[in-house]
């Protein structure tokens, strides 16, 4: 069974960083694209970053230029460097990954289970 684990979330003041890590684990034959997403208490789940197989990223505007999403091979594990924090970064931060497990044809997503991230003075 694949997993996807989180960590690096925590408490930080505005304009300080984070580090937030996510490895897959299980009968993975490959993985395609690996993203963060986060959700603010109220609000719907958000894309926040995206990188693919070959390091093409995608980022939302809200963290252009602050944040940095890396893999350091094509497989595993996942980072998102968090600079420059600010108050409304505050959420939970999931990873997600569309894999192709072991044995299988088709290219499945699958969620970590979340890291708490919560910038404040």
């Known amino acids: 069974q694949v997993q996807l684990v989180e960590s690096g979330g925590g408490l930080v003041q505005p304009g300080g960083s984070l580090r937030l890590s996510c490895a897959a684990s299980?009968?993975?034959?490959?993985?395609?694209?690996m993203g963060w997403h986060r959700q603010a208490p109220g609000k719907q789940r958000e894309l926040v970053a995206q990188i693919t197989s070959h390091g093409t990223t995608n980022y939302a505007d809200s963290v252009k230029g602050r944040f940095t999403i890396s893999r350091d091979n094509a497989k595993n594990p996942m980072f998102l460097q968090m600079n420059s924090l600010k108050p409304e970064d505050t959420a939970v931060y999931y990873c997600?990954?569309?894999?192709?497990?072991?044995?299988?044809?088709?290219?499945?997503?699958?969620w970590g289970q979340g890291t708490q991230v919560t910038v404040s003075s």
């Open positions: 997600n990954a569309n894999l192709l497990e072991s044995g299988k044809s088709y290219y499945t997503n699958h």
């Open positions: 299980g009968s993975i034959s490959s993985i395609n694209a």
